[in-house]
């Protein structure tokens, strides 16, 4: 716990005590394992330092009396799991409140296994929801998509999500051999729109759509 404090750079002890919201006594008895922190206190941490709030929990498990504790420990550690919360693409502001607030959802829950499998880090991913029809019935107006903010240019053909006049767009692209791209709708009622390079320069990618209600 101390090393994820320092990690996350909260300053002094005192300093940190008061972002986190407890005492100087009881942060220095958690992070000497004199005392278990509670579940709420392991959300606030969580969310203050950017630590794994399952790690935290299991962690806090195995160290307690239990048997029963020790075994929930167990059985976490085996499924592996992760919080994605909201995050703020990079290089804007507005779109990026507007997307966590559009989602209306405060976090999802992957393993750490699928994660890993599609080399990303939670702290890299957005997700927000399909504004329109443009890509039925792959991704249907209204679903949740997370995307990889990583991605940030249109490096491989694929989903991505975008900023197009200040409105949320996701299209399927395709690179042209002349250096332009394609936007494609899976709905065949739209039709298809290409840009040239020259033209991309003024699109804000989000990044690449990795997961609609399923693996992307």
Not at 2 to 25: T, Y
Not at 41 to 52: H, M, P, Y
Not at 89 to 100: K, Q, S, V
Not at 187 to 205: G, R, T, W
Request: proline share 3%; aromatic share 8%; with cysteine.
């Amino acid at each position: 716990m101390k090393e994820w404090r320092a990690q996350a750079k909260l300053g002094p002890v005192k300093d940190a005590c008061k972002v986190l919201g407890v005492s100087h006594g009881a942060l220095g008895m958690y992070e000497r394992e004199a005392s278990l922190p509670d579940v709420d206190f392991l959300a606030v941490f969580a969310e203050r330092t950017g630590a794994n709030f399952f790690s935290l929990l299991e962690a806090r498990l195995r160290s307690g009396k239990t048997e029963q504790a020790r075994d929930l420990a167990d059985l976490m550690a085996s499924k592996g799991l992760d919080v994605v919360r909201a995050q703020l693409p990079r290089g804007t502001m507005d779109p990026g409140r507007f997307i966590a607030e559009s989602a209306g959802i405060d976090g999802l829950t992957f393993t750490r296994e699928w994660l890993e499998r599609k080399g990303v880090q939670p702290k890299d991913l957005v997700f927000t929801r399909v504004p329109d029809d443009t890509m039925s019935p792959t991704v249907r107006e209204g679903n949740l998509v997370v995307i990889d903010g990583t991605r940030d240019s249109f490096a491989t053909d694929g989903i991505y999500s975008m900023m197009i006049d200040g409105e949320i767009a996701v299209r399927r692209v395709q690179r042209h051999f002349t250096g332009g791209i394609i936007f494609r709708c899976d709905n065949q009622a739209y039709a298809d729109q290409h840009l040239s390079s020259k033209e991309i320069e003024d699109v804000f990618i989000m990044g690449k759509v990795i997961w609609a209600g399923g693996e992307m």
